[in-house]
């Protein structure tokens, strides 16, 4: 178990599902000591309303999350370099970490998370799914950092 580093970007493909609940379960656990965003390789999609709903059992917000992509993210002025560790939670997000990150100094950690998209077939059992995935951002943040702080 490591000390928390400052800042941390998570990614995935979309930035819809899996890095959004990264970043939004890292914020409520560990609090605001840690700079913590989020950002895919394409935009391409809205936050998923499985996530939100997921999210919302562990009281973790996302309904207010809007999707970026790693270009938008530079566009808007956040420099990749000022991140001490990437978080990729998709095999195209860790090859695009890994591109973009060759000039600098920078930890890339890939943590093989399951995409829960397209998986089951009635409401109930995506929601299932999206629990699944969302269980496992959690053992990898509590495996990673320990159990989650506690604040006001």
């Not at 207010?64 to 978080?87: A, N």
Request: hydrophobic share 35%; proline share 4%; glycine share 6%.
């Amino acid at each position: 178990m490591e000390k928390l580093p400052h800042s941390v970007l998570f990614c995935c493909d979309h930035n819809a599902v899996r890095s959004p609940m990264a970043e939004g379960i890292m914020k409520k656990f560990y609090g605001a000591g840690t700079y913590v965003q989020s950002v895919g390789v394409k935009n391409d999609m809205e936050i998923d309303g499985f996530s939100i709903t997921v999210c919302q059992e562990i009281n973790v917000e996302l309904g207010r999350h809007r999707s970026r992509s790693f270009d938008e993210m530079e566009q808007w002025g956040d420099d990749l370099s000022s991140f001490d560790l990437v978080v990729a939670l998709s095999p195209a997000s860790q090859r695009r970490a890994l591109e973009l990150t060759r000039f600098f100094h920078l930890d890339v950690e890939y943590w093989p998370i399951m995409d829960p998209t397209g998986l089951g077939e009635t409401r109930d059992a995506k929601l299932e799914m999206y629990r699944q995935t969302r269980d496992q951002i959690i053992q990898c943040l509590k495996k990673r950092w320990g159990e989650p702080r506690e604040f006001e």
